[in-house]
């Protein structure tokens, strides 16, 4: 069984910056794609940003030049820094594990999910 660890997450002010980090249990870490979901009240979960096997990433547009992903396959992480953060990036946000050979913006390409970390951008 697979499971996700997230941490990180905490109150900002606008303008700061946090980073998140997923732990990930499982000997071929490096063979699957990872990605970064938030969900805000009364919304639905969306995409953040992604990273593959081979380390290419991709972003929501709202996150680009302010959102890098990461990963260490070394230590079984990956990881979200965050910088320039607004207060609509309010959310509890999700690390996910894709399924193998698949990766990107889309929910169902993932199939372990964590239990998130809140992360609060005060304006």
């Known amino acids: 069984q697979v499971q996700l660890v997230e941490s990180g997450g905490g109150l900002v002010q606008a303008g700061g910056s946090l980073r998140l980090s997923c732990a990930a249990s499982g000997s071929t870490f490096s063979s699957y794609g990872m990605g970064w979901f938030r969900q805000a009240p009364g919304k639905e979960r969306e995409f953040v940003a992604a990273i593959n096997w081979s380390g290419a990433t991709t972003y929501t547009n709202s996150v680009k030049g302010r959102f890098t992903i990461s990963r260490d396959n070394d230590k079984n992480t990956v990881s979200l820094q965050m910088n320039s953060l607004k207060p609509e990036d309010t959310a509890v946000y999700y690390c996910?594990?894709?399924?193998?050979?698949?990766?990107?913006?889309?929910?169902?390409?993932?199939?372990?999910w964590g239990q998130g970390t809140q992360v609060t951008v005060s304006s």
């Open positions: 996910a594990r894709a399924n193998i050979g698949t990766w990107g913006a889309s929910r169902t390409a993932y199939n372990y």
